[in-house]
């Protein structure tokens, strides 16, 4: 098995990528060969137990997609992205990454002759906007509230008609907030969402710019590397036209966020949190949905984190842990 990660230098592409180290291809299919492509030079760690290429530039420039699709690979993993934050900020360049550069990969996909590879495309809960039922099912009308929001859901779209019309064969799956995000803060609108954790966990001081009673529709960076796993592996065939998958996740306000980290690691760590209210993030990410049933993704074999304690468990282990080592 071939396989394409785009956005591989990015926070789930790089967890993707040890996953398919420690783990192999989709369903346990030895993995051939592994394209990493970024607009940034993805670094592979060394010792990998396959043949991995790097290559970096724009994909959304004309040439590139068609460069990155000439080996066939049987899976295309497409990460790639400009985030919320930035989306907003830059109206122009959210559309032409987000939504041309998906439509040219599509096109390039599509002159390839005989070929239709699996594409997993990361959409996010950001295509639903308020009003919000407090729980969305399968059949809620998808009606986003901000570009970033409005480029996922019309990606969506494409990617149902190419694979309808057997140009690939995608999934999109709507990833929760993904929560503890390893790293640097990212201009992503959620981003206090992993900060309030991630800082005070490394003796640092975060910011907190909405109120404790928001609530969040939560998973694991683990969790979000199976379900891109769970994606490449399913039969498509039930999904029919609905190629939109809705993912497990957990529920939490951010008090709750707040609490199990002071139960974790202590007062003195959860008093690193300062509040600063911020009108703009509390607006975008307060009409975010706070819950889903996930019905349709969770019947597929996709497995959420049992719980808020759980993910922070994760980041501790997976990586504040080897970070301190
Ligand atoms: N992390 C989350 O909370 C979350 C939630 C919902 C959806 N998603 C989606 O999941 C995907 C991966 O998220 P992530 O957290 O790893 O984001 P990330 O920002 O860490 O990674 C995205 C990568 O895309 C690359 N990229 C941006 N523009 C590019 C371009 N023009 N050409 C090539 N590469 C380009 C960036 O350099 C980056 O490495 C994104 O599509 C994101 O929208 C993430």
């Known amino acids: 098995m071939k396989i394409l990660i785009l956005g591989a230098a990015g926070m789930i592409g790089r967890k993707l990528l ?4 420690a783990n192999g291809g989709p369903g346990g299919a030895p993995i051939k060969a592994v394209l990493l492509h970024d607009v940034v030079d993805p670094v592979p ?5 396959f043949p ?13 997609a068609e460069r990155l699709v000439a080996g066939r690979p049987d899976v295309i993993f497409h990460l790639a992205s400009i985030v919320s934050g930035e989306a907003e900020a830059r109206f122009e360049e959210g559309y032409r990454v987000n939504l041309d550069g998906a439509r040219a ?37 998808c009606a986003p509230a901000s570009s970033y929001g409005i480029q996922k859901a019309m990606v969506e779209l494409l990617l149902a008609d190419y694979s309808r019309r057997g140009f690939l064969d ?49 998973a ?7 379900y891109l796993m769970q994606a490449a592996t399913i039969d498509t065939a039930p999904l029919g036209a609905r190629r939109s998958l809705n ?22 760590v959860a008093r690193l949190i300062r509040r600063a209210p911020d009108p ?40 504040l842990a080897p970070a301190r080592a």
């Open 280 to 319: 703009v993030v509390a607006r975008v990410v307060g009409d975010w949905p706070q819950r889903f049933s996930a019905t349709r993704a969770i019947g597929l074999g996709f497995v959420g984190d049992a719980d808020f304690a759980s993910i922070l468990e994760t980041y501790i282990t997976e990586d």
């Open 52 to 64: 991995v290429e790097g290559s970096s530039g724009d994909y959304a420039v004309p040439g590139v």
């Open 170 to 218: 995608g999934v999109a799956i709507r990833l929760p907030t993904i929560c503890v995000r390893p790293g640097r803060p990212n201009a992503a609108l959620s981003g206090f969402v992993s900060s309030i954790m991630r800082e005070p966990l490394n003796g640092q001081e975060a910011v907190l710019p909405v109120e404790e009673a928001m609530r969040l529709w939560i």
């Open 105 to 141: 990969l599509f096109e390039a996909i599509r002159a390839v002759p005989n070929y239709a590879p699996r594409l997993i495309y990361t959409s996010s809960l950001a295509v639903f906007g308020a009003p919000c039922p407090d729980v969305i099912d399968d059949d809620y009308l």
């Open 18 to 21: 040890a996953h398919l180290a």
């Open 220 to 226: 694991s960076p683990r969790a979000a590397v199976s």
């Open 45 to 49: 760690p060394a010792g990998l137990p």
């Open 247 to 268: 993912m497990p996740g957990v529920s939490v306000t951010v008090g709750e966020q707040i609490e199990a980290l002071r139960r974790r690691a202590g007062d003195e």
